[in-house]
Nanobody, 133 residues
Framework: EVHVVESGGDLVQAGGSLRLSCAAS????????IGWFRQAPGKEREGVVC???????RWLDSVKGRFSISTDNAKNTVYLQMNSLKSEDTAVYYCAVDLRPSSLHCRVVAAVGPNFYYGMDYWGKGTQVTVSS
């Protein structure tokens, strides 16, 4: 069965850095689409980044240049490196997996918003990131 587990959330000061981990199992990791999402209190969930199985990435505009994504295939783990953190980054961060063919990964649902993606059928429970002002 598919399992997705996030870790690394913490309380950090504005301007600081944090690295989140997404450990996954139960599927062919290198071929999957992986997304990081976040949800702040009172706000809708938004896609932070989507990485397709064929190497494409799509970023939320507000984190471009500050966040980056990397993988360790031997550990079946995806990392979200977050730098220059702002209070607006405070949220629960989720990792999700798309097991469809890679050509279908990271496709935006335009009617919903520019950072909503189809196909993320497996989700972790989330990890809290809090950025102090």
């Amino acid at each position: 069965e598919v399992h997705v587990v996030e870790s690394g959330g913490d309380l950090v000061q504005a301007g600081g850095s944090l690295r989140l981990s997404c450990a996954a199992s139960g599927f062919t990791f290198a071929e999957a689409g992986i997304g990081w999402f976040r949800q702040a209190p009172g706000k809708e969930r938004e896609g932070v980044v989507c990485m397709s199985g064929d190497g494409r990435t799509r970023w939320l505009d507000s984190v471009k240049g500050r966040f980056s994504i990397s993988t360790d295939n031997a550990k079946n783990t995806v990392y979200l490196q977050m730098n220059s953190l702002k209070s607006e980054d405070t949220a629960v961060y989720y990792c999700a997996v798309d097991l469809r063919p890679s050509s279908l990964h990271c496709r935006v649902v335009a009617a919903v918003g520019p950072n909503f993606y189809y196909g993320m059928d497996y989700w972790g429970k989330g990890t809290q990131v809090t950025v102090s002002s």
